[in-house]
C-alpha cells in the first residue's frame, strides 16, 4: 500500500467519521444544560426545552408557550506521542483552541392534547488543530497543516401528542446541514505530495420518534429512536503536488495533465440510534433517571468515494484508496443522573456516563481520535418568575490508548502511538414558558 493511499484515507475518512459520529470522539453527547448535568439520562423525563432531542414525547408535555436556549463550549486537550526505542518521532499536544454548540427551541400548546415546536441544534461543532512542526519528523522536515473543524446544525420541527393522562408520543422531522474542512499532509508517491485539504458539505434527513409513559406520579419511562439517515456530502478535495505524477518520467502517468484538485462525492448512512431511560422521584423534589442508549456502528461498513477527475478515479482505484472499512462495532451508554431541588427555585444535579468507543486501534488517527470516557456532570438551575437559568459542566476523562502499527510496522495503515484526551464542557441555558 503507498502512502499516498494512507493519507488520502486519513484525510478523507475523517471527514466522514467526524461528522458521523455521536456516540463517540470529539462530538456532543448531551444537548441541554440540565439534561447534560444530570448525565444525559433525559429519555424517561424529558420535560424542558431540549426534549426534542432526547425524547419528541416529552413535547406533550408543555402546557404554556415556551422558548429556550443553549450554549456549551467545548475545550479538549488530547496528545500524542510516537517512539520508537529510545527515539522520539513526535511528541505533540492539541493547540488551545474553544469549539462552540447550542441549541434553540419552541414549543406552542395547540390544545390540550397536542403541542407543535420546532428546535434547532448543533449535534456536531468540533475537531483537532496540532501544531505542524511537531510532525515534522514524519514529513520530511516540512510543516504541514493538521487541522480539522467540523459543524453541523439541525432543524428539526415536530410535535407531541397527549394521547391519555399516562401516555404520550411525539415526532420531530430532523433536516441536517454538515460543513466540513480539514487539512493534513498527503503522503508520498514518489516524491512529498505535499498539503492535502478536504472541503465538503452534505445534506441529509431522518426522523426522531418517542413515547412516554407516566405509570404514576412518581415514576415514568420512556423510549426514543433516531432512525438511520442518508447523508450526502459533496466538494472538493485538493492534494499540492498531484499534478507532478504527470510529470515525473517514472511515474505511470507521465505525460498526463493531472489537477491537484477534483469534485468529491460520497453518501454516509448515520445509524440507528436508541433510547430507553427511567425517570424515578423517591421524594417531591429529588429526582434519580437512568438511560441505556445504543448507536448501530456496526452497520457502518464500507464508504465509497466518488471523484469526478478522471486521473483521480484511476489512482485511486488502483491502491483501493476509493474504498474504506471502518470496522466499527454497535456500542452501548449506561447513563445516570439525579437533581435535588431547594424549596421551589434552587436545583443541584450530577450525573455519570460510560462511553466507550466503537472504533478499534486499526482506525485511530490524530485528527479524530476515538476513546472510552468516563464522563463525569454536574450543574444547578434557578427559576423565578416563569425563567430557568440553567448552568451545566461536563468533563470527560478519555482512557489512554497505546495503538500498535496495523497491519504491519512497517505498512500502517494507522497511526499508532499512545493517545491521551479529556475534555472539559461548560454550558448554559436558559428556558422561558408564559
Same mark, same amino acid.
Not at 130 to 152: H, I, N, P, R
Not at 181 to 184: A, G, H, I, S
Not at 407 to 425: H, Q, R, S, W
Given at each position: 500500500m503507498?502512502?499516498?493511499?494512507?493519507?488520502?484515507?486519513?484525510?478523507?475518512?475523517?471527514?466522514?467519521?467526524?461528522?458521523?459520529?455521536?456516540?463517540?470522539?470529539?462530538?456532543?453527547?448531551?444537548?441541554?444544560?440540565?439534561?447534560?448535568?444530570?448525565?444525559?439520562?433525559?429519555?424517561?423525563?424529558?420535560? *424542558?426545552?431540549?426534549?426534542?432531542?432526547?425524547? $419528541?414525547?416529552?413535547?406533550?408535555?408543555?402546557?404554556?408557550?415556551?422558548?429556550?436556549?443553549?450554549?456549551?463550549?467545548?475545550?479538549p486537550?488530547?496528545?500524542?506521542?510516537?517512539?520508537?526505542?529510545?527515539?522520539?518521532?513526535?511528541?505533540?499536544?492539541?493547540?488551545?483552541?474553544?469549539?462552540?454548540?447550542?441549541?434553540?427551541?419552541?414549543?406552542?400548546?395547540v390544545?390540550?392534547?397536542?403541542?407543535?415546536?420546532?428546535?434547532?441544534?448543533?449535534?456536531?461543532?468540533?475537531?483537532?488543530?496540532?501544531?505542524?512542526?511537531?510532525?515534522?519528523?514524519?514529513?520530511? !522536515?516540512?510543516?504541514?497543516?493538521?487541522?480539522?473543524?467540523?459543524?453541523?446544525?439541525?432543524?428539526?420541527?415536530?410535535?407531541?401528542?397527549?394521547?391519555?393522562?399516562?401516555?404520550?408520543?411525539?415526532?420531530?422531522l430532523?433536516?441536517? &446541514?454538515?460543513?466540513f474542512?480539514?487539512?493534513?499532509h498527503?503522503?508520498?508517491?514518489?516524491?512529498? /505530495?505535499?498539503?492535502?485539504?478536504?472541503?465538503?458539505?452534505?445534506?441529509?434527513? !431522518?426522523?426522531?420518534?418517542?413515547?412516554?409513559?407516566?405509570?404514576?406520579?412518581?415514576?415514568?419511562?420512556?423510549?426514543?429512536?433516531?432512525?438511520?439517515?442518508?447523508?450526502?456530502?459533496?466538494?472538493?478535495?485538493?492534494?499540492?503536488?498531484?499534478?507532478?505524477?504527470?510529470?515525473?518520467?517514472?511515474?505511470?502517468?507521465?505525460?498526463?495533465?493531472?489537477?491537484?484538485?477534483? *469534485?468529491?462525492?460520497?453518501?454516509?448512512?448515520?445509524?440507528?440510534? /436508541?433510547?430507553? !431511560?427511567?425517570?424515578?422521584?423517591?421524594?417531591?423534589?429529588?429526582?434519580?433517571?437512568?438511560?441505556?442508549? &445504543?448507536?448501530?456502528?456496526?452497520?457502518?461498513?464500507?464508504?465509497?468515494?466518488?471523484?469526478?477527475?478522471?486521473?483521480?478515479?484511476?489512482?485511486?482505484?488502483?491502491?483501493?484508496?476509493?474504498?474504506?472499512?471502518?470496522?466499527?462495532?454497535?456500542?452501548?451508554?449506561?447513563?445516570?443522573?439525579?437533581?435535588?431541588?431547594?424549596?421551589?427555585?434552587?436545583?443541584?444535579?450530577?450525573?455519570? &456516563?460510560?462511553?466507550?468507543?466503537?472504533? $478499534?486501534?486499526?482506525?485511530?488517527?490524530?485528527?479524530?481520535?476515538?476513546? *472510552?470516557?468516563?464522563?463525569?456532570?454536574?450543574?444547578?438551575?434557578?427559576?423565578?418568575?416563569?425563567?430557568?437559568? *440553567?448552568?451545566?459542566?461536563?468533563?470527560?476523562m478519555?482512557?489512554?490508548?497505546?495503538?500498535?502499527?496495523?497491519?504491519?510496522?512497517?505498512?500502517?495503515?494507522? /497511526?499508532?502511538?499512545?493517545?491521551?484526551?479529556?475534555?472539559?464542557?461548560p454550558?448554559?441555558?436558559?428556558? &422561558? !414558558?408564559?
Open positions: 503507498t502512502t499516498l493511499k494512507k493519507g488520502l484515507l486519513t484525510g478523507l475518512c475523517l471527514v466522514l467519521i467526524t461528522v458521523m459520529v455521536g456516540a463517540n470522539g470529539l462530538n456532543l453527547n448531551s444537548l441541554g444544560s440540565r439534561a447534560l448535568a444530570m448525565g444525559g439520562a433525559f429519555v424517561g423525563l424529558a420535560d *424542558d426545552f431540549s426534549a426534542a432531542f432526547w425524547n $419528541p414525547a416529552g413535547m406533550a408535555q408543555f402546557t404554556k408557550k415556551t422558548f429556550g436556549i443553549y450554549g456549551a463550549d467545548l475545550i486537550s488530547m496528545t500524542y506521542n510516537l517512539s520508537m526505542g529510545p527515539l522520539t518521532l513526535v511528541n505533540a499536544e492539541t493547540e488551545n483552541k474553544n469549539y462552540l454548540a447550542g441549541m434553540a427551541a419552541y414549543y406552542h400548546p390544545n390540550d392534547f397536542l403541542v407543535a415546536g420546532v428546535s434547532l441544534y448543533m449535534p456536531s461543532g468540533l475537531g483537532a488543530n496540532w501544531t505542524g512542526s511537531d510532525f515534522s519528523l514524519l514529513t520530511a !522536515g516540512q510543516a504541514y497543516k493538521w487541522e480539522s473543524k467540523v459543524g453541523m446544525v439541525t432543524v428539526a420541527p415536530g410535535f407531541g401528542i397527549k394521547v391519555n393522562d399516562k401516555l404520550k408520543i411525539g415526532a420531530t430532523n433536516i441536517n &446541514y454538515a460543513v474542512d480539514l487539512f493534513t498527503a503522503g508520498d508517491e514518489l516524491f512529498d /505530495m505535499g498539503q492535502q485539504s478536504i472541503n465538503l458539505t452534505g445534506w441529509g434527513f !431522518g426522523a426522531t420518534i418517542g413515547a412516554l409513559y407516566k405509570a404514576t406520579d412518581r415514576f415514568s419511562v420512556g423510549a426514543s429512536l433516531r432512525l438511520p439517515t442518508k447523508v450526502k456530502f459533496s466538494g472538493t478535495t485538493e492534494i499540492q503536488n498531484l499534478s507532478l505524477l504527470g510529470q515525473v518520467p517514472t511515474s505511470p502517468l507521465f505525460g498526463a495533465q493531472i489537477s491537484n484538485t477534483t *469534485d468529491t462525492e460520497a453518501t454516509v448512512t448515520w445509524p440507528f440510534w /436508541m433510547g430507553i !431511560g427511567l425517570a424515578f422521584k423517591p421524594l417531591d423534589n429529588l429526582t434519580f433517571t437512568a438511560d441505556f442508549h &445504543y448507536t448501530d456502528w456496526k452497520s457502518i461498513d464500507v464508504i465509497d468515494l466518488d471523484f469526478t477527475d478522471q486521473y483521480w478515479r484511476l489512482i485511486t482505484a488502483q491502491n483501493e484508496s476509493d474504498k474504506f472499512s471502518f470496522l466499527w462495532q454497535s456500542v452501548s451508554q449506561i447513563r445516570f443522573g439525579g437533581e435535588y431541588v431547594f424549596g421551589k427555585n434552587i436545583a443541584v444535579r450530577a450525573g455519570y &456516563y460510560w462511553d466507550p468507543s466503537p472504533a $478499534p486501534d486499526k482506525t485511530m488517527n490524530v485528527l479524530l481520535p476515538s476513546f *472510552d470516557f468516563n464522563v463525569f456532570t454536574f450543574g444547578f438551575g434557578y427559576t423565578t418568575a416563569g425563567l430557568t437559568i *440553567d448552568v451545566g459542566f461536563e468533563c470527560l478519555g482512557k489512554d490508548r497505546d495503538v500498535d502499527p496495523y497491519p504491519t510496522l512497517l505498512d500502517a495503515e494507522n /497511526m499508532f502511538g499512545l493517545y491521551t484526551m479529556k475534555i472539559f464542557v454550558t448554559i441555558s436558559l428556558n &422561558y !414558558g408564559w
